[in-house]
T-cell receptor, first 113, second 116 residues
């Protein structure tokens, strides 16, 4: 997906370890979002950012933290990974709070064992 | 509470036939409505949106959607399905609340299978 990359694409980690996922954009968009995708739940918002150092919680933020020190990077940290956090994580960007839709990254598949 | 319902987990359609993927929503105020498509191991891709104006919205890859305010629906349609349309489709609604707070809610997705 042009202009937005996520890393890593796949990760397996052990329960209790911290994990950081990275979202990098080259579009200079103001708004960035982290979602998780799970069967039967669709996409659920974890955290979002509306500018450098401006972040807020979404509907499923427990156990997650974020940071945005530069416009282009939005980091998602699982402070102590649990099996319930096994999921596919997507980053999304938009210029205008989503009036015209989001651009999504290709996702990170995280498995917590 | 804001919500989106996609009542069908899967829709099967023969290639060349018209397809419909259903979406209904619940939101306070005027909705912004979206459809996204997800191919295997990829992120969601924007297909089309309704913000205001004509109730029939045209989008990418020949898809269109009809906004029906009285039925609170935003069904995705295509006149002639292609095998390459097989994917997971998500409906989403965005609303803006007092103070500028905005929320986007996604449906759980509908798998479209186009049969050759």
């Amino acid at each position: 997906d042009a202009g937005i990359t996520q890393s890593p694409r796949h990760k397996v980690t052990e329960t209790g370890t911290p994990v950081t996922l990275r979202c990098h954009q080259t579009e200079n968009h103001r708004y960035m979002y982290w979602y998780r995708q799970d069967p039967g739940h669709g996409l659920r918002l974890i955290h979002y950012s509306y500018g450098v150092k401006d972040t807020d919680k979404g509907e499923v933020s427990d156990g997650y933290s974020v940071s945005r020190s530069k416009t282009e990077d939005f980091l998602l940290t699982l402070e102590s990974a649990t099996s319930s956090q096994t999921s596919v994580y997507f980053c999304a960007i938009t210029t205008d709070r989503g009036n015209y839709g989001y651009t999504f990254g290709s996702g990170t598949r995280l498995t917590v064992v | 509470a804001q919500s989106v319902a996609q009542p069908e987990d899967q829709v099967n359609v023969a290639e060349g036939n018209p397809l419909t993927v259903k979406c209904t929503y619940s939101v306070s105020g005027n909705p912004y409505l979206f459809w996204y498509v997800q191919y295997p191991n990829r992120g969601l891709q924007f297909l089309l949106k309704y913000i205001t104006g004509d109730n029939l919205v045209k989008g990418s890859y020949g898809f269109e959607a009809e906004f029906n305010k009285s039925q609170t629906s935003f069904h995705l349609k295509k006149p002639s399905a292609l095998v390459s349309d097989s994917a997971l489709y998500f409906c989403a609604v965005r609303a803006v609340y007092s103070g500028g707070y905005q929320k986007v809610t996604f449906g759980i997705g509908t798998k479209l299978q186009v049969i050759p």
